[in-house]
């Protein structure tokens, strides 16, 4: 499974890019492929003001409903459209075109409680 | 402790996703639920439906035990022929909808759901008489297997190599593979042609991996419970639990053509009758959401004029239709075809039509 180094992510398999003062946020490989077949995706409004662990964005499989949580608090400032019309970019770029939303890090200590890409290996293996 | 069918191995092997489907330990997909079901619709699915029960009755008595028991009519079938039925209880509502099959001139097996198998089993058990019948709850030594899609009587050819002939829709043969005696009926669950195949456990795997390799040229895949859902759900089979429940009878769930009332008496006949005589107050139809929406899911509020109507008990997308579908009880007013409602999900509601069944046809 694929774990790349340089993103932080959280135990609810969330995944952050952190760069200046943002966090570009979606969802593991793994979490991906758990779901499989992700069918539609429902994202915050742009403005959003968010609490980190609060669920804000919804990823649907044909099987089930996920709730998707911000690993920061923040505002959203940008969420991916394309998964408005191509919500399997989730499954084919989980690290990629199929990122969720970005949202601003208030509160930069909140990084220190993410899990690197090593203990993120280890919780899911 | 979860209980595990005599291919969980084989499941574990091909990468099926293991999980717990009411107590027991099931592939819910292997490649995916999208892959399995077009798979299915278009080519040829393998399912391991060991977890299903198998109720052996026979003797002199059984036909009038069964009669007695269950809302159809045993006297419609003969040896080798099958059909869908209901166990009722006392206030006319569903313990459970199964298959019997006649096997014999006074043999019967009857495939229930692996849920109920336990209260099936009390229930009927209660209900004997005190001599000519024999019972025999087997769903613990016998394995099942539904292979289904357009291209199953094809691979019955070849797997047989011209041995056996194929029993034609809705009945079953006996035949015999190796030292193995194997019921074969072409039934199913999916709306597609295939078979299901019951027969003792210990011959499980051989069984499985003989289909599969046999099915390769066919494009067979291993198939899970998520796309046994997708399949059924398109094609309107209530999933016992979901769409059916002690609280709804046979007639509420649109399901009168396997209600057979002339019989003098059945369990819970008497109350059907009234409800008959009076009219459903509800019905269960199926419904497809209208443009872009979230699939809809089990539980979803059901309005209609901003009113809740109801709720809905089935849900999900379909990979055939490209669309959500899903099926609800509604009143008897609204619950017709082309009807307007709108599904509540996750607090915005989206509209949705009531449609005919099946939800997908053949083309």
């Known amino acids: ?125 | 402790m979860l209980k595990k069918t005599p291919l969980y191995e084989d499941h574990v092997k091909a990468e099926g996703k293991m999980v717990d489907f009411g107590g027991w330990l099931m592939p819910v997909q292997y490649s995916g639920i999208m892959d399995e079901h077009h798979a299915v619709r278009n080519g040829l699915g393998v399912f391991d439906i060991s977890h299903m029960g198998e109720v052996f009755i026979s003797g002199p008595g059984a036909k009038a035990y069964l009669n007695g028991l269950l809302t159809n009519n045993v006297e419609r079938i003969a040896p080798g022929e099958c059909q869908y039925t209901f166990l009722l209880n006392e206030k006319g509502g569903i313990i459970d909808d199964l298959l019997v099959y006649q096997t014999g001139p006074e043999a019967y097996l009857l495939v229930v759901n692996a849920s109920k198998i336990e209260e099936d089993v009390a229930w009927m058990q209660a209900q004997l008489p005190a001599e000519g019948v024999v019972f025999e709850n087997r769903s613990d030594d016998f394995a099942g297997l539904a292979v289904q899609g357009p291209r199953a009587a094809q691979l019955f050819d070849k797997f047989f190599e011209g041995k056996y002939s194929r029993p034609a829709r809705n009945e079953i043969i006996t035949v015999q593979v190796g030292n193995a005696e194997i019921l074969i009926a072409r039934t199913g669950y999916t709306g597609e042609d295939g078979f299901e195949l019951f027969f003792p456990a210990g011959y499980a795997s051989r069984v499985w991996n003989e289909l599969l390799s046999a099915g390769a040229e066919f494009g067979i895949k291993p198939c899970g419970l998520g796309a046994r859902d997708t399949l059924r759900l398109e094609m309107c089979y209530p999933l016992n639990g979901s769409d059916l429940s002690g609280e709804h009878t046979p007639l509420e769930a649109g399901m009168s053509i396997f209600v057979d009332l002339a019989k003098p008496a059945f369990m819970g006949r008497d109350v059907l009758a009234a409800q008959k005589a009076e009219g459903v107050k509800r019905r269960l139809v199926p419904f497809k959401m209208v443009g872009k929406s979230p699939p809809p899911r089990s539980h979803y509020p059901v309005y209609k004029n901003g009113e809740q109507v109801g709720e809905t008990c089935s849900g999900s997308l379909s990979p055939s239709l490209g669309v959500g579908i899903g099926m609800a009880y509604l009143p008897t007013a609204i619950a017709r075809a082309n009807e307007e409602v709108e599904i509540d999900i996750r607090g915005r509601r989206f509209p949705a039509t009531i449609e005919k069944k099946p939800l997908h046809r053949k083309n």
């Open chain 1, 1 to 125: 499974m694929n774990v790349p180094e340089n993103l932080k992510y959280a135990e609810s398999h969330e995944w952050a890019n952190v760069e200046d003062g943002n966090a570009r946020i979606g969802i593991t490989d793994h979490a991906q492929s758990e779901l499989s077949d992700v069918v539609y995706v429902e994202l915050p409004k742009v403005g959003d003001k968010v609490e980190a662990k609060q669920a804000v964005a919804v990823v649907e499989s044909v099987k089930a409903a996920s709730d998707i949580y911000s690993p920061l608090s923040g505002t959203i400032i940008e969420v991916n459209s394309e998964l408005d019309g191509n919500p399997a970019l989730v499954n084919s770029d989980a690290f990629g075109a199929g990122w969720l939303f970005v949202v601003s890090v208030d509160n930069p200590g909140e990084l220190d409680g993410l899990l690197s890409a090593e203990e993120y290996t280890r919780q899911i293996s």
